[in-house]
C-alpha cells in the first residue's frame, strides 16, 4: 500500500501543471503575431498600390503592428482562454490523438462563440450590415484556433509514457 501512495504522490507532482495552464493561456499570441505580420503587408501593399496615402499611415504604425496585434488577441481572448487553460491543467490531460483533436475543436469553438457577441454588437448598430458578411472572418479565426490549439496540445502537453511512473506491482501473498 505504501508503494502505491507514493507511486501516485509522484504521478501527482509529476504533471506539469503550469507548463500546460501557460502555454493555453498564452495560445492566442501567435495568431496574432501571424495575424498582425499580415496586416502590416497588406498595408504596405495597399498603400504601394495608392501612392497619395503615403502620408495617411505612419511608419511607426507599421513597424509595431506585428508587435501589438499579439498583446491585443490576448486581451480579447483572455477570460475564455484562462478558463480553457485552468480546466486542462486541472484535469490533467495527457497528448493522445484524440485528446489534441478535443482540445483542437474545444479551443477553437470557444474562440469562435467568444468573437459572435462583439461582432453581432457591432453589426447591431450599422444599417444595412448583416453577420453572412462576417463569416469568412469567422471562419478564418476558426481555422486558425483549430491550428493553434492543436499545435499547443501537441507540443505542450505530456507524453502518456513520460508520466508512467507507476512501477509494476507485483502481489505480495
Known sequence: MKRITEALILSELSYPRLKVFLAFLFCPLVPGFIAGIIKTIATLAHVAMNPRLI???AGAQLLLMPFLAPLLAQAIFLLPFLIFSAVI???KINRTQRNCT???LSGAC???LWVVPFIY????DAKGAD???ELLGLATLFATAIASCWLTARLFLPDPADLDVLP??????
Open 168 to 173: 509494476a506491482l507485483e502481489v505480495e501473498r
Open 102 to 104: 478535443v482540445i483542437a
Open 131 to 133: 453577420i453572412t458578411e
Open 110 to 112: 470557444l474562440a469562435t
Open 55 to 57: 502620408g495617411e499611415v
Open 121 to 124: 454588437a457591432v453589426l447591431h
Open 89 to 91: 491543467a486541472l484535469m
